[in-house]
């Protein structure tokens, strides 16, 4: 809701040097604001750019606290770009009765990216303003305070920042990535390194909002079909799932460890009851992976629940738990979905209703049809998974679907074998264009055969007594799954590296910022 | 929705060794069920306990899976208390012509705690059945196999696990806390080392219910007013915020830290243009601390938001977040509270709309008049925050209330300065029942104003370097706070110690299970 502005200004304000020194008409109007240090309340109203609009604002006075993404002086007059998250309005002043030079200098002369305090009155443009997102008016600027300043040089340039990028990875595996534009770009380090200007950039705006978004509806979802929500220890006593890949922590006298997953205890959660949980915590990987897909921290958004007959009344839920997500993407966030396609021109996410899916004999199948060479009980390569990836989008149409039945040689202990034949189990895969993004299964939950399988795959039981043994007074059959959020929005919107996906990464390479 | 279910049974099923070797007119309708492998799909129609009521449901047939929370047979009969999560069924089985000696043994013998499958028919009872939620009907059972068998000897009986406990810590600091009825009690350890049997209490089940619920409420209010999630690093390269009290990692072949706080990069995440932030993540404190309060692992709920003029705006934000928790609990979650006082029968939360906002200077005054001797800028020990808390409760009757301007000296350096005068912030703390759940501040948003408190409080500004030089090229006014979830839920319901309220706590001395 847009108020008129009282014509007084009733924050205290110092001038600008240069104001000081001989007589100014816009004394008063323009200058540095003191540090904020909540000295006054004056209930004035603030607007904000995204609720303007030519039909409601014209010859209005309104307030704004925003960015300066931009000035530029020609003596007489100024220009400036002001900015609030996604969205820009252009800002204009000149030399009038009540406008000073100095006051049209310290406008042009204002630093890139430091926050303002604007009023001024909306008026109607004839010519659309190409460079802002509100096309059709401008600003006339009548007060301008900094808020604060930013430094005069930046490390790089908003705008090179949100240049197109090539098409690297996903989609173009086949062609020459090598962008022949004269663009300049700015490389992922030196972004991560200042990634708190980086994220500053429509595009990350956008990635981040619909980061946030992922979460909401994957909890919306859950929740309505009576999930709650649990929060499992980070910090483990014993490397129990796995002795490699663990981070150690020193826990006072002793020696503990950072939790590769919240699996064990979901399922702890299961032999208490609790019937439907899921978790969203950070997942800690100690591996020594430099790839695009790899962290060593990353957010895990997990699920398990009891099932009454047969692990496809989970796999069922999964099902029903994406499409919910790519058309909550798809229908509540386009904008921020455009946002990224302007600077990641991906073609659009396609999935089907019911999901596709397919057993890994038959996708095994489908590569031995594409002239690949595998056993049946070898797992996918990050190859193959790409190239069967291909090969459904181009049978089925689809980015995403389902890899039900692996062969039990490469799943973990705790994986219920198949009824019929031991050789396969009762787990399945997730992926997202060819990678996948979800590992899950059926359980085994019953204690005997669950030390059995440890056994078989070489893990002393002593380091997994307390979870073995949580078995041991009654359990539910059960099953679950462990999405990568990063790898989701990653691949969903094809950006082609995780470090895009994630707010401050965290690779064998980087601890900072 | 229930419906009849048919009246064969399509499970393949494998007969109770004894019914083998004689005749027996209920071979078939009894045993132990193999192992759930997802052998089959049968369609069947599932019923839940607390679905099920005497109008809608008497007489009909109803199939449902269920742990055995007790069983007592006398030769002819035997009775079963069955239990889903909250509720209980009582079930009876007599011998007759459709069922054998056999199979009234079977049921009679099956091990407290194992999940059996039940076929019946629900029929009304003259007398209530006080034993059982549900106290007007019980299950004629005409089919059971068991599912998945508890061991014989539980490591504690969960009705002793939940009998009334007399008030400790909060409630009843002057009352002798000895029980002086003769019910049996289990010690807080060995719950612990069993959580997986002490979790199915019906307590346990409403205490994380309830903890699924402030989640929900803090994020759909939180949301409501555009705040979006963030998740920041639990690694971090340098123990920034202060050295001591944080956990060391080896993080390949250099040293890094776990995030003692989302503070710096929630900060980070303002200069990056996010204006309104929140992260549900675990957070570390390498703290030695014993007590009833203190967790080394605990789930912070924080916030960040930038504001126009004054930290209040802030500080109005929180207050309308807790009301809106505090009513959605009462309001929504009538059940589950309920269910924690049966065991703990404490007096109902009680709060005001608005909140009592008080400054520390009128604290101190209180206390005082109390009798306290304080200097205006010492801290509030814990005894005086707990007096303060039942003067406050005496004086407004809320056991909820906002304490702000804390003196600096107490405050961390990114704490900013009151504006008249400096030996006051513009910090505060919220407490419930007499004890902190939130630590917040405007915080400096000024880089050289920044650097200035840090050298005033002795930190090395190159260990804080990349978090300084996030403010200078341009940052909003802003402010926030962290809450912690285990202690808001732990004094809200008055359990008098913290571990109750977290699922697998983490304290110096426990890092298990």
Redesign the interface.
Known sequence: MLELVPETNPVPIEMADEAKNEVDVSAGLYGVEP????????N?V?TRIDELSAAKHTGKTVLL?A??HNTRGTGKQAFLVLR??FVTLQGVIFVGPAVSKQMVKFVASLSK???VDVEGTIVGVPTPIESCTLHDIELHVTKIFT?????PR?PFSLDDATNVEPLEGVETTNSNSEPEDNLIRVGLDTRLDN???D??TTT??AI??L??AV??LF?EFL?SQNF???????????ASESGANV??????K?Q?Y?AQSPQF?KQ??M?????RVFE???V?R?E?SNTHRHL??F?GLDLEMAF?????EVLDMLDKLFVFIFKGLRDRYANEIKAVQRQFPVPEFKFLEPSLRITFKEGVAMLREAGIEMDDYDDLSTANEKLLGKLIKAKYDTDFYMLDKFPTAVRPFYT????SDPNYS?SYDLFMRGEEILSGA?RV??PV?LEERAKEKHIEISSIQ??V?????????HGGGGIG?ERVLMLYLGLGNIRRT?????D?KR???
């Open positions: 540090i904020n240090q909540s000295q006054t309340k004056t004035r603030w606290r960015r300066v609030q998250r990216e430091s926050f808020v604060s300043s930013a430094m930046l990634r708190v200007i994220l500053r990350n705006q981040y909002r980061q946030s979460c909401l909890r929740t709650i929500e649990i929060h499992s220890p980070k910090i483990i006593g014993t981070f150690a922590v020193t826990y006072f002793q503990a950072l205890y702890m959660a032999c208490a009851d609790f019937e969203i915590a950070p800690f100690a020594d060593t921290e957010v009454y007959e047969h692990y496809h219920m074998p198949d009824p009762n059926q939950h019953d055969l307390p979870y043994d949580a078995f041991k007074y009654g359990a539910p059959p959020l994630s707010m401050f990464p965290r064998p601890v900072a910022p």
